[in-house]
Each structure stands twice: as C-alpha cells, then as structure tokens.
C-alpha cells in the first residue's frame, strides 16, 4: 500500500489562493465608484451581450471579475435568492448585506472543499435613500468580505488602479466627473500613458437612487459618449 | 427558506432555465399554487369580478371594478384587480380573490425574473404563453370552485400595435380582436364594448369606453361595483403603449365617470346629471 503524499493545510490554501488570484488577474479590472445620485460601475468589455455588471434587485446591483461562466452562475444565484427572498417576505427585505452572505458562505465552501476555487471577484451593492446609506461589498474567491466606502477596484491590477481612483476621488462628484475618472483609471498602466478608451470598448451601469423603484440602468454609448465629450470641452 | 442563512443551495445555482417557476418547482415547490395538496370541502372566499380590455390607436386600455364579493356580501369596496406585469404589459384578474393576486405576483417576478437573467424582455406572445402555463398549473383548484380567469394585454414591441389575450381554466389562450371582458359582469361589459368600441380611438375616448362598459356592468351584475363618487373610489384604468404601462389618475377618472353620468342621465331622459 502506497502513502498518500502528505500536504500541510497551509501549502494547500496557498494553492488554491494562487491559483485563484492568477485567475482573476488575468481579467480586465471593474471599477466602482459612488457619486451624488448613486453608485457607478466601470469595465471595458467589448461584448454588448456577455455583462460584468448586472441588475440584482431593485436597488442592489452586481459587479465581477474572472472567470465569465463561474461568476455568470453565482449572478443567476444572486438573482434566484434576491426574488425568493421578496417573493418569501417583501420587497423592503432583499438587502445587499444578506446576499453578500450568501456569497460569501458559498465562496468560502467551495474554497475549501472542492478541489478547484472560484476564480471570481465579486462586487455587492446597494444604493439607499442617501450616500451615507449606500453599501458597497467587495467579495473574493475564499469568501473574505470588506466593506468598502466610496469607491473599490476589482480584477488584474487593482492595486495600482486603486491608487489613481483615491488621488482623484472625492465624495459628492457629479455622474459626468466620476464617469470620466472611471475611464481614466481603467486606462492606466503600469508604465506607459494612459489609454483612451472609446465609449463602445466600455460597460458602464448607475444604481440611481432618484429611480422610482427599479434603480440600475446601463448608460448606452451614445450617452457616454456625450459625458466624455464634455471632458474634451473643458479640457 | 431554510438554508438561506448559509451558502447558496444547489438549486440556485442550477443552469439551464431562466424561469422564476422552474426553480421553485426544483428549490420549494410548496410555494407554486398548483403544487399544494387540496384540502376537501368547499370554501367561501373573496371573489373579484369583472375587467375590460380595449384595443386603440397604439395600445390598449385595460380597466377593473373594485369590488370583491363573498356570497351576497360585499368582501372588499377598495381591491385592485389591474396590475402592471412589466413595463409593456398589464393584466387584469376576476376569480377568487387571493389566488388570482398570489398568481400575479408570481406573474410579475416571472417576468422580471426572466428579463434580469437573460437581460432582454419576453416578446407578448411569450408573456401570455407563460400565463397560460401558470393557469394551466391551477386546474385542481378551478375544478374545486377556486378558479382564476386572468386577461392579458400589452403593447406588442415588435408589431407597434396593442393586444389582448384571454385564458380559459384549462389554460386555453385566445387572442382576442378588439376588446374583450371577463368576470360575472361581463357578458354586459361585452355588450357595451360592442356598441361602443370604434377602430382608431384616441386614449381619452378609449379610457371613456372602458368606464361606460363598467358601469354597464354594474349595472345588471350585483357583483360588480360602479365608480363610488361619494367615497371617490374609482375603477383602476390603465393604458399601455409605446411608453409603457400609465395608471390613469383618480383626478381625470372622476371627470370620465362625471362624463358618463351625465350621458347615461341624457339616455334616461333624465336630462343632464346633477
């Protein structure tokens, strides 16, 4: 009888852990970031069909990084638990912080017990009835949870992007300022200038508190292509 | 709902349907209408009567009493029977009570469901066939004296003209030309529809031909409550059109409901209504 290689459990989540973040790194970043009448989401995808950011609920969106079928499938589940959750009790009850939970729960299981992670990097936001009540998770492959204010970056090289997005952050900007911030940073390198981004390489979406009930819209090119416009103008 | 506090159950992650009742058939199939075991026995409960639907120039109107009655009583003076079930499209309920306002909810986050999932909308001759299968599931509870008769109208995107289906308790789905009631008062609201509908109605004519046709109904049928000016209750009325569903106010109903008492008045050689 031969003896199983002993592994330390130590060596093991190392692993995955590196195996997962390669993964994610791989994948163009998301940028989110709050302004005066709500939380928008940044990412440069070509696809007008294959969504980074997607509509959750009424007030709760979803936005991810990685590996597209692992996170299109825990979107769909996100989906299910936030229309069971309302059908279940009520509208008022579906709340980011208990999705976040759910994922958070299903990221950390999968992690540890089954033998490949989830390559993903999940985004959970709620937008409430004023910029202090807004909610922003940030969620990773092992079901580690933050909560983030203001703004995060999600994906390859969130580091570097973060730090450009606080340079240029402020609470309280205007929709049209943190759209262009966002592509800005979206455009940065490492070394190199900044690329300029054309409105039909991005997806962009707004959770938009001043929205009735449904508040996630996506901002087609042709708006966007307006707000980066401006930015011209005044530049 | 058990294992929400946790990790995501299985079902919710299953692939392959984008369906909000395929996935409670798979995760707590307790929770369909149809699924639950029936009790024997009969059951007195609020029953919600008659809706009117109209075709016009670039939609249709869709309009309900608001009463619902439990034998000779009169169970509530205030229910909604109209709905929006999404943006383009509205439905309109007679039958008993709770179950035809259970089945549009589930109507509502089925199509809901389906468009955040897929990210597009459901074309109307998809939005029926779904109501059709949802009323079909039901057929235990029509066969015990709780049966649900739905209408459905919307504005067909693809077509640019307004629609109307109709649903039988075996699910049957039938377009229907025009305008068309369901209910106890229908059979007067057809009659009125009939004498008064035209092709080619702006909305405000529209709007009066569905109150006339309600009030008809009111009328003859003890089960159908007219506009209530004294308490200002009035029929719920909606239009769909390319804008998508609009809730006629209570404000313009009380001057159509005015309007077509006055002309009734006229009719009765009563002169002009106070």
Redesign the interface.
């Given at each position: 009888m031969t003896m199983p290689f002993y592994v330390s459990p130590e060596q093991l989540m190392k692993d995955r852990a590196d195996y997962a973040r390669k993964g994610i790194a791989r994948g163009r970043s998301v940028v989110v970031v709050a302004y005066d009448d709500g939380i928008a989401f940044a990412t440069e995808n070509p696809s007008r069909?294959l969504?980074k950011i997607?509509?959750?609920y009424d007030r709760i969106a979803f936005a991810a990084v990685g590996k597209y079928n692992e996170f299109e499938?825990?979107r769909?589940?996100g989906?299910?638990?936030a229309?069971?959750?309302?059908?279940?009790y009520d509208r008022s009850d579906v709340t980011a912080r208990?999705l976040a939970?759910?994922?958070a729960?299903?990221l950390?299981?999968v992690f540890t017990t089954e033998s490949k992670p989830l390559e993903v990097e999940l985004v959970v936001a709620e937008v409430g009835d004023s910029a202090e009540d807004d909610q922003v998770y940030r969620l990773s492959y092992d079901g580690s949870v933050a909560d983030e204010r203001g703004h995060v970056v999600l994906g390859g090289q969130a580091e570097l992007l973060a730090e450009r997005l606080e340079e240029g952050w402020r609470p309280g900007m205007a929709l049209a300022e943190v759209v262009r911030l966002a592509v800005d940073v979206l455009g940065t390198q490492q070394d190199g200038p900044v690329r300029r981004l054309e409105p039909t390489q991005l997806e962009v979406a707004v959770l938009d508190r001043t929205r009735p009930r449904r508040a996630f819209r996506r901002l087609p090119s042709a708006l966007l292509t307006d707000l980066l416009v401006t930015d011209a103008g005044e530049g | 709902?058990t294992h929400?506090?946790?990790?995501?159950p299985p079902?919710?992650?299953m692939?392959g349907t984008s369906s909000?009742l395929d996935?409670?058939a798979a995760?707590?199939p307790s929770?369909l209408p149809g699924a639950r075991p029936l009790p024997a026995g009969e059951v007195t409960a609020p029953h919600g009567t008659t809706i009117v639907a109209l075709a016009f120039d670039g939609g249709v109107v869709m309009a309900g009493d608001r009463r619902a009655t439990a034998g000779s009583m009169i169970a509530s003076r205030t229910i909604e029977k109209v709905f929006p079930a999404d943006e383009y499209s509205a439905v309109g309920i007679a039958g008993t009570a709770g179950l035809a306002l259970e089945l549009v909810?589930?109507f509502q986050?089925e199509l809901?469901?389906y468009e955040?999932?897929e990210?597009s909308l459901l074309s109307l001759e998809g939005k029926a066939n779904r109501l059709a299968t949802m009323v079909r599931g039901s057929l235990g509870l029509a066969m015990q004296g709780l049966a649900v008769v739905p209408l459905f109208g919307g504005y067909d995107l693809d077509a640019g003209v307004g629609r109307i289906f109709s649903f039988d308790v075996t699910g049957g789905r039938y377009e229907e030309r025009d305008h068309h009631a369901v209910g106890s008062g229908s059979v007067f609201a057809r009659g009125s529809l009939k004498k008064l509908w035209r092709p080619g109605m702006a909305v405000p004519d529209a709007v009066r031909t569905a109150v006339h046709a309600l009030v008809d109904a009111a009328d003859d049928d003890s089960a159908t409550g007219g506009p209530d000016t004294l308490r200002r209750i009035y029929p719920v009325v909606a239009t769909v059109t390319a804008a998508g569903y609009l809730r006629v106010p209570d404000e313009q109903l009380a001057e159509v409901c005015r309007e077509v008492d006055a002309a009734r008045g006229r009719a009765e050689g009563a002169g002009d209504a106070p």
């Open positions: 069909a969504h997607s509509e959750i499938n825990l769909v589940a989906v299910r638990y229309d069971l959750r309302g059908y279940s208990g939970n759910a994922y729960q299903t950390g299981t | 709902m929400l506090h946790g990790a995501l079902a919710f992650r692939t909000f996935f409670l995760h707590d929770l909810r589930l986050l809901e469901h955040k999932i990210g």
